[in-house]
T-cell receptor, first 112, second 110 residues
Framework: KAGVTQTPRYLIKTRGQQVTLSCSPI?????VSWYQQTPGQGLQFLFE???????NKGNFPGRFSGRQFSNSRSEMNVSTLELGDSALYLC???????????FGPGTRLTVL | GEDVEQSLFLSVREGDSSVINCTYT??????LYWYKQEPGAGLQLLTY?????DMKQDQRLTVLLNKKDKHLSLRIADTQTGDSAIYFC??????????FGKGTHLIIQP
């Protein structure tokens, strides 16, 4: 089985721009979660989608949004980028019958 | 929100046992996890323990859970240079998302 894939792996943007990151879960997994990892704050939960519905959202501003498609692929969008948005963004998928989450390699976003 | 606390660094000699400790606040977590992150890599689930268990052993790994004190530990026997990584104590899961500690950098001395 192929693992979780994330594209792109690296991204450089400037302040004020917006960005879209993509995540393809493991085949058959219907739950996709997104996390932000920074040296200062560590790993923080952004949101979780299941069958195209956002079930929960972490404590992030509305500039962070996401969606999930009928094939379970998910995208997250960050609008009006700030320097502090520079981070590794990790996507994880699970089958939801057991809460084990499988992580992708992440997208490294740098905001200049 | 929920919180997980763990020490930031642990240094051990190759061949010794490593013990990484954490405390957590989420008493409703059905499973508790240890994730491993190697340099430049994503997160890998190392092991987990069901909340009604006290101990779980998996080859060189031993997980101990003290629910009363909300204390979780990971013991790695015969630590090797390949064990050098960041280890995250983790609670939660499912729709609520995972809550991670800041991670313990395991440093192996030759």
């Amino acid at each position: 089985k192929a693992g979780v894939t994330q594209t792109p792996r690296y991204l450089i943007k400037t302040r004020g721009q917006q960005v879209t990151l993509s995540c393809s879960p493991i085949s058959g997994h219907r739950s996709v979660s997104w996390y932000q990892q920074t040296p200062g704050q560590g790993l923080q939960f952004l949101f979780e989608y299941f069958s195209e519905t956002q079930r929960n959202k972490g404590n992030f501003p509305g500039r962070f949004s996401g969606r999930q498609f009928s094939n379970s692929r998910s995208e997250m969008n960050v609008s009006t980028l700030e320097l502090g948005d520079s981070a590794l963004y990790l996507c994880a998928s699970s089958s939801d019958d057991f809460n084990e989450q499988f992580f992708g390699p992440g997208t490294r976003l740098t905001v200049l | 929100g929920e919180d997980v606390e763990q020490s930031l660094f642990l240094s051990v000699r190759e061949g010794d046992s490593s013990v990484i400790n954490c405390t957590y606040t989420d008493s409703s977590s059905t499973y508790l996890y240890w994730y491993k992150q190697e340099p430049g890599a994503g997160l890998q689930l190392l092991t987990y323990i069901f909340s009604n268990m006290d101990m779980k052993q998996d080859q060189r790994l031993t997980v101990l859970l003290n629910k009363k004190d909300k204390h979780l530990s990971l013991r790695i026997a015969d630590t090797q240079t390949g064990d050098s990584a960041i280890y995250f104590c983790t609670t939660g899961g499912g729709a609520d998302g995972l809550t991670f500690g800041k991670g313990t950098h395991l440093i192996i001395q030759p």
